[in-house]
């Protein structure tokens, strides 16, 4: 025994730590690869729902006239600092969920998370998808992700190879991949 056995302490050389577990909300366990899945992809849905339902109501309109002319909504009797405010409260709801599923995702934190690194891929993401629309960060999202999961397989420089293939979409879609294949495809049907 060492010597904090007499104040209970015990030796902590000997103890396992304990396994990590994911937690189990509603009492769906998550520890399967396939219910975490299912679970990230169920939320994922009511996500992406509840986001296209904010984008077409009225406060999403009065959101829309405040992002392109903030004095004329506030002319117009709308309270743009609550507006906004509001809006930030709800990005920042299911920027924490998201969090939430990362954390239950890898069962621990780290500050590399927080990194320069990784913020630039977000940001790179939601710009190269197109920020104005809601499937445009999704498509920027898997475009990243291919590149930084798949490609860096093959090619030593991903990094250069993203950096590429960003300003290749800045270049010809400015507006990013997703309203730039919307502007193509109305070209195309208006030609055919």
């Known amino acids: 025994m060492g010597h904090g056995a ?3 302490i015990g030796d ?6 304990a396994r ?14 396939t219910a975490f899945y299912y679970f990230s992809l169920v939320i994922t849905v009511i996500a992406i729902a509840f986001m296209a339902r904010f984008v077409a109501s009225p406060f999403g309109a009065a959101l829309k006239g405040t992002r392109d002319q903030s004095r004329r909504m506030s002319a117009l009797g709308h309270d743009v600092w609550m507006i906004r405010w509001l809006t930030f409260i709800y990005a920042g709801f299911w920027g924490a969920v998201s969090g939430l599923l990362f954390v239950y995702y890898h069962k621990y934190i780290h500050p590399v998370s927080l990194s320069l690194a990784n913020s630039a891929e977000g940001l790179l993401a ?9 499937a445009g ?7 990243v ?4 999961n798949y490609v860096s397989g093959y090619v030593e420089r991903w ?13 010809f879609m400015p507006e990013g991949v997703v309203p730039g294949v919307k502007r193509l495809w109305r070209r195309y049907i208006s030609k055919a």
């Open 6 to 8: 007499a104040l209970g």
């Open 12 to 17: 902590r050389r000997r103890q396992r730590p």
């Open 20 to 33: 990590l577990a994911r937690p189990a909300p509603f009492g769906i366990n998550l520890d399967g690869a």
């Open 126 to 134: 939601v710009i190269a998808g197109g920020s104005g629309t809601l």
């Open 137 to 143: 960060p999704l498509v920027g999202a898997a475009i």
């Open 145 to 148: 992700m291919l590149l930084k």
């Open 159 to 171: 990094n250069m190879l993203l950096g590429f293939v960003f300003v290749v979409i800045v270049v």
